[in-house]
């Protein structure tokens, strides 16, 4: 299973911007598609955003639409969520994932992020 490392969650006032990166332990142009979830404590785990392994597809959840971008760069095997206009209610915990091509999906260990209002 691939290792993925997340880093860049923080704190921030609402409106501010937060970039979070998730590094690989392997070449992630191996056909690793890859995104982030997120999880409040006593809730579920929201899908937050997904880009398969070329870049050329991505999809993010409906309350992170216009606001969040990912993104990767397979030399540096990392992927990228661009976090702008930051809300309170986007405090959470921030999971990244990958695919890997006919495989079981790895996860990272997570990172906080906390919006003040």
């Known amino acids: 299973q691939v290792q993925l490392v997340e880093s860049g969650g923080g704190l921030v006032q609402a409106g501010g911007s937060l970039r979070l990166s998730c590094a690989a332990s392997?070449?992630?142009?191996?056909?690793?598609?890859m995104g982030w979830f997120r999880q409040v404590p006593g809730k579920e785990r929201e899908f937050v955003s997904h880009?398969?392994?070329?870049?050329?597809?991505?999809s993010e959840g409906d309350s992170v639409k216009g606001r969040f971008f990912i993104s990767r760069d397979n030399g540096k095997n990392t992927v990228y969520l661009q976090m702008n206009n930051l809300k309170p209610e986007d405090t959470a915990v921030y999971y990244c994932?990958?695919?890997?091509?006919?495989?079981?999906?790895?996860w990272g260990q997570g990172t906080q992020v906390t919006v003040s209002p």
């Open positions: 994932y990958a695919d890997p091509l006919g495989g079981v999906r790895s």
């Open positions: 392997e070449r992630t142009s191996r056909r690793y598609d």
């Open positions: 880009i398969n392994w070329n870049s050329r597809h991505t």
